[in-house]
T-cell receptor
Framework: AQRVTQPEKLLSVFKGAPVELKCNYS??????LFWYVQYSRQRLQLLLR??SRESIKGFTADLNKGETSFHLKKPFAQEEDSAMYYC????????????FGGGTRVLVKP | NAGVMQNPRHLVRRRGQEARLRCSPM?????VYWYRQLPEEGLKFMVY????????ESGMPKERFSAEFPKEGPSILRIQQVVRGDSAAYFC????????????FGQGTRLTVV
């Protein structure tokens, strides 16, 4: 069974401070991992996917298969980063349906 | 391309009534996924459809819930005889197809059962 865990419901940081959102998963096959973001009153949108190995809006995430983690990091948080962040997992074997974590609300204070 | 369109954005139903939620996928997308988000919880997969076919309904409650994606028109999530526990945000996503393709989400329909 697929499972995604985001242990922090809320992260509050000051502008310019580093932020790290934790994501752990369990899946026996080869998963695809994603981070989705939902800004206030907007739809859920893709932020990062592990296969792209790219940095979006200063965020990076590295898939650690040994620790089954896909933590999201940004060295210097900005106020516009305040949003809900969801880690998600999918696989071709699962028909590409997404399994989401419970979400982490990030609040960046000025 | 207007993106994934869901309507209505907000829906209020009395217990025992029926709720119909609509999802128009992005142009060119033939795969639709429905997710439910209960208060204070993450999104949970409900059903995956392609045109005229249900591919995976493992997340659908066994009773009162049904989904369709007809050849013409939007995908419909139908909830019969709604109960208070059905109150949630229902999100639709669409994609081109299988493979690790990006799923685009609608803005959701917030169902409140009174």
């Amino acid at each position: 069974a697929q499972r995604v865990t985001q242990p922090e419901k809320l992260l509050s940081v000051f502008k310019g401070a580093p932020v790290e959102l934790k994501c752990n998963y369990s899946y026996s096959g080869s998963p695809e991992l994603f981070w989705y973001v939902q800004y206030s009153r907007q739809r859920l949108q893709l932020l990062l996917r592990h296969i792209s190995r790219e940095s979006i809006k200063g965020f990076t995430a590295d898939l650690n298969k040994g620790e089954t983690s896909f933590h999201l990091k940004k060295p210097f948080a900005q106020e516009e980063d305040s949003a809900m962040y969801y880690c998600a997992l999918t696989s071709a074997a699962a028909g590409n349906k997404l399994t989401f974590g419970g979400g982490t609300r990030v609040l960046v204070k000025p | 391309n207007a993106g994934v369109m869901q309507n209505p954005r907000h829906l209020v139903r009395r217990r025992g009534q029926e709720a119909r939620l609509r999802c128009s996928p992005m142009k060119g997308h033939s795969h639709v996924y429905w997710y439910r988000q209960l208060p204070e919880e993450g999104l949970k997969f409900m059903v995956y459809l392609q045109k005229e076919n249900i591919i995976d309904e493992s997340g659908m409650p066994k009773e009162r819930f049904s989904a369709e994606f007809p050849k013409e028109g939007p995908s419909i999530l139908r909830i019969q005889q709604v109960v208070r526990g059905d109150s949630a945000a229902y999100f639709c996503a669409s994609s081109h197809g299988q493979g690790a393709t990006e799923a685009f989400f609608g803005q959701g329909t917030r169902l409140t059962v009174v």
